[in-house]
Structures are given as structure tokens and as C-alpha cells.
């Protein structure tokens, strides 16, 4: 049976590996087992001591992992690996753990992030914006790499001398379309208005949304396919009253004349990373994509 033979499991045969997947709540626990029902084999990589920190807190792990299991179709498997993505070495170990698991690799999806512990223009330290820096940039650049040369078998580092700027690989071939690799970053609202307060992340995420076309184009030389997603507000908890982060008085009001009357979903957000892993989706590269269900058209 080949992946694309049940309409119905478009994925069947693929594996995924999708990071920050540590609460029921989460997008990433969304997009995990929206893929595993889409028939892929899903690695998670999760952080229980980040959400612990936060108002929301932690999940229990083996109820995330049983709810991974519950959602797999038949024949695929789940995996996964406690990583703090600061650690270069944990990057690597995870990529390859998850390649592990079936021996193939077919989907990255970068939707871990570290929030709180921000701050503004004048409370902010080289500390803090290394952080945010390490987590949600340096890591997601990192994980793409090690996943493009595990696909390309690409030379070790240090063996052959980077392109210069403008060029492209010379072997370069067309792109083999229901083989294609996936990858999948996570920005957010930085380009709609001021995140105040939230000057580290903002940061750390506009530099994947402007670094999206540079890696997309290289990336698709290797025959993978990089998009990245802008889920817009997603209530995974930090916009209910009992574990907010934020005053929410302005918010509940705003969102009333929102065009749907609610916040985002995880799922609404897993929905989308779903089809852009099909062969459907194929056709979209290098895009910075919103899925917020027009709040950001005010």
C-alpha cells in the first residue's frame, strides 16, 4: 500500500516529527494528532519544565502520549524524546531519534517556542534575548538543517564550501512531488501591530518570517518544502481567566467583533499544516501564511 493509495490517509507511510508537544492544549499537540490521523507516523519532542514555569502549567505526559497512540491508523507508530532545544547536541539527538523510529523522516514541524519572562525595550537584557533567541530561532534553524541533510545526505560540515551568495547548487534537479519533504516553521503576530512587552519573541520570530523565502529556496534544491505559519491568537490557555498571562479585559471585548466571535483553535492552525503536508499542498513554497480567521483585518 503506498501513502497516497487511501484518500482518506494521504500520509500513510510518512513520518512526522513535531516539537513543542507537551499539552492536550497546545498546537502542537493539535498538529500531532491531526497527522497521525492523516496516517503518519509522529515523533514528539516535548519540555515539561518550560510550561511549568507558566501560569497554564504542565500536562501529564503519559496522558499526551496516550492521546498521540489513540489517534495513529493502523501500521503507524509513535515516539517520543524530552529535549531542551537550547542544547545544539539535543537538536541533533532528536532528529535523529526520530528518524529512528521508522528509519525515515519525511516531515518537520517546528512549533516549539519558549514565552514569558519577556520584557520591554527598556527592561530587556543580552541574556534574555539570547534566550529567546537560542529556542526560537537558532534551534528551528538548526532542526532544518540536520533534517535536510539527512534527506540529501548532504556532506558533513566543514567538507565543501558554502554556496556563494546567489548561487544555486549546481546538481540541482526538479523536484519530485509525492516525495517531497516537508518543513514547517511557526511565527506570529509581529507583522499586524506592537507586541508590547514581548520584544524578545517578537524578535525571534520575525527573523524566521524573514529568513522563510532564503531557506525555502535553498531547501527545495534538496526537493523539501518549506512554508511558515502564522496562527494568529490560539487560546491554548493563556486567554482563559484562571491561567491568562495578560489582562483580559480589552481582549474579551476585541474578540467580540472579531469576524467569527473567538480566538483561534489549535486545531484550526493543525488543520492547515496538515494539508500543506499532503501531496495537495505541494504546490505552496516558502509562504508566510496567516490562518487567523480575519482578525488581523481588524
Known amino acids: 500500500m503506498t501513502h497516497d493509495s487511501d484518500p482518506a490517509l494521504p500520509l500513510h507511510g510518512k513520518t512526522a516529527l513535531v516539537t513543542g508537544v507537551s499539552r492536550r492544549r497546545g498546537i502542537g499537540y493539535a498538529i500531532a494528532t491531526h497527522l497521525a490521523g492523516l496516517g503518519a507516523s509522529v515523533f514528539i519532542q516535548h519540555f515539561a519544565p518550560h510550561d511549568a514555569a507558566l501560569p497554564w502549567g504542565s500536562d501529564d505526559l503519559e496522558a499526551v502520549r496516550a492521546g498521540l497512540r489513540g489517534s495513529l491508523r493502523p501500521g ?4 517520543d524524546l524530552s529535549a531542551d532545544l537550547r542544547d545544539v547536541a539535543a537538536v541533533e539527538a532528536l532528529v535523529d531519534a526520530a528518524s529512528a523510529l521508522t528509519g525515515r523522516l519525511d516531515i518537520l514541524i517546528c512549533n516549539h517556542a519558549q514565552s514569558g519572562g519577556d520584557g520591554s525595550i527598556l527592561d530587556m537584557t543580552a541574556d534574555r534575548l539570547d534566550s529567546f533567541w537560542q529556542v526560537n530561532t537558532r534551534s528551528t534553524i538548526l532542526l532544518t538543517q540536520r533534517f535536510a541533510r539527512l534527506r540529501a545526505a548532504a556532506p558533513a560540515p566543514g567538507t565543501t564550501a558554502p554556496a556563494a551568495p546567489g548561487t544555486r547548487r549546481a546538481e540541482r534537479a526538479a523536484v519530485d512531488e509525492r516525495q517531497a519533504g516537508r518543513v514547517i516553521w511557526m ?112
Open 187 to 298: 511565527t506570529s503576530g509581529q507583522g499586524d501591530g506592537p507586541m508590547r512587552g514581548e520584544v524578545a519573541y517578537a524578535a525571534s520570530k520575525a527573523a524566521l518570517a524573514g529568513v522563510t523565502a532564503t531557506v525555502a529556496a535553498e531547501l527545495l534544491d534538496l526537493g523539501i518544502v518549506l512554508n511558515t505559519i502564522d496562527p494568529g491568537p490560539v487560546n491554548t490557555g493563556y486567554l482563559d481567566a484562571e491561567t491568562a498571562d495578560r489582562p483580559l479585559e480589552a481582549v474579551s471585548a476585541w474578540v467580540q467583533a472579531t469576524p467569527f466571535g473567538r480566538f483561534g483553535a489549535p486545531a484550526d492552525a493543525a488543520r492547515l499544516i496538515g494539508w500543506l503536508c499532503t501531496d495537495s499542498g505541494v504546490w505552496v513554497v516558502g509562504q508566510v501564511l496567516k490562518t487567523d480567521g480575519g482578525l488581523s483585518l481588524g
Open 76 to 79: 503507524a507508530v509513535s515516539g
